[in-house]
């Protein structure tokens, strides 16, 4: 296991973590996709949303922004009040072992 997964990991337990404590959301999804760019990992609530721009005051988003980066990775938020969110975290290819990656046909 490389020092990737961990921080994975990590990302996909506070998003989840943040749906079901914040959001109040009733359907969650987790996706991993192999892209011609890497790896996207995306999270996806029908939950309560938020402005993005807004300071929440806890550290949890700030946290996965800080361990995309610590990986290479880039974490976008997309949300707005009444719309759900959605995480996504992209991995460049570059810093995944080929092998490590799904096939898709």
Not at 19 to 40: F, K, M, N, P
Not at 57 to 64: A, C, D, K, V
Not at 73 to 92: E, M
Request: proline letters at 4%.
């Amino acid at each position: 296991i490389s020092t990737v997964e961990p921080q994975i990991y990590a990302i996909i337990q506070e998003a989840l973590n943040n749906a079901l404590r914040h959001a109040a959301a009733t359907v969650i999804t987790v996706a991993l996709r192999r892209i011609s760019e890497g790896l996207l990992v995306e999270i996806r609530d029908n939950g309560r949303g938020f402005e993005v721009t807004e300071r929440t005051g806890g550290i949890g988003l700030s946290t996965m922004h800080e361990r995309a980066e610590a990986i290479g990775g880039h974490l976008s938020i997309i949300s707005a009040r009444g719309q759900g969110t959605s995480v996504r975290l992209l991995l460049p290819i570059r810093l995944l072992d080929p092998s490590d990656l799904p096939v898709t046909r």
